[in-house]
């Protein structure tokens, strides 16, 4: 009796487990040039779609002194179907100044307040220079044994 429940449950288990389903992909194109410009777009069935393109940025846009090589620069921009239903997009670049991701759902700075916009204008205008203050320790100046720090030691005449 418990064997033909057990083979029961594990057959129904087998039978409602549902193998999982990849979208299927509607659109797909691809390009990849010598010169190391590339070209994608995609778009399945699912409501995913991304598109993206980019270029390799010369010398001079990067500093002689990187030995990484020459940088990518890729925009592009994708979009997908939230559980709400809603779609979302998100357009982006990504180069040497970093990624930079824009969209109608993502959170947005804050406007900077007029007092500190003026405050900023103020200080980048005036020809403030910081004078160096006077140090205590002078690099001239020598120590005697008693008043050369002792580093990771027990202090003197504790016991």
Do not use: W
Request: proline residues 6%; charged residues 15%; aromatic residues 10%.
């Amino acid at each position: 009796m418990i064997a033909k429940v057990f083979v029961a449950v594990c057959v129904l288990a087998t039978v409602s487990a549902q193998q999982q389903r990849y979208p299927q992909i509607l659109k797909l194109s691809s390009d990849v040039g010598a010169d190391g410009q590339f070209q994608y777009a995609y778009q399945t069935e699912d409501g995913i779609s991304a598109e993206a393109r980019g270029s390799l940025v010369g010398g001079s846009a990067r500093s002689s002194q990187d030995s990484d090589g020459p940088a990518t620069s890729v925009t592009g921009q994708y979009s997908y179907t939230g559980p709400d239903g809603q779609v979302y997009t998100v357009s982006y670049v990504a180069d040497e100044n970093g990624y930079r991701a824009s969209g109608a759902h993502l959170p947005q700075p804050h406007p900077i307040p007029e007092a500190i916009q003026k405050s900023l204008q103020v200080t980048s205008q005036s020809s403030f220079q910081a004078q160096p203050q006077a140090s205590s320790f002078q690099r001239s100046q020598t120590f005697t044994s008693f008043q050369q720090p002792k580093a990771f030691g027990f202090p003197a005449r504790r016991f």
